[in-house]
């Protein structure tokens, strides 16, 4: 079994390399738009609560909707840990913060649909943060 960290954020910690190779060179700007397609994709097969409609992951649905109300909590959306079921504060956040820096530092280098695509994929971590 891999360590927790590597797991989830194994992605987005590429994503962020490659955004730095991208400042160095401009031939590695496929490169970039890859990962940055394959980590926001990543991040979206890991959402949990109502997917909405404009989910490109088709095959991944609703999950979690009748969790918590025994214990008198809502804990539908956020995101999955490494596809497990199991929902952990810390390594959502480090990732979403690692996100939100990358938007900020990288914003206006990126296409408009991958920065929307960003935008609410930091939008969603913030359900369960």
């Known amino acids: 079994m891999k360590p927790l960290a590597s797991r989830f954020l194994v992605p987005f910690l590429l994503q962020l390399s490659v ?15 890859e990962a940055l397609t394959k980590s926001i994709l990543f991040s979206e097969d890991q959402r949990s609560g109502l997917v909405p409609n404009d989910q490109r992951m088709k095959w991944r649905w609703n999950s979690g909707i009748g969790d918590g109300p025994t214990i008198n909590a809502v ?3 956020g995101y999955y840990e490494a596809g497990d079921n199991v929902k952990l504060g810390f390594p959502i956040v480090f990732t979403t913060t690692m996100l939100a820096w990358s938007v900020i530092k990288f914003g206006e280098l990126m296409p408009l ?3 929307r695509n960003k935008l609410v994929a930091i939008r969603w971590s913030r359900i369960i943060c």
């Open 75 to 77: 804990l539908t959306g």
């Open 19 to 33: 955004l730095i190779l991208h400042s160095v060179t401009d031939s590695s700007y496929l490169i970039y738009g």
């Open 113 to 115: 649909v991958e920065l």
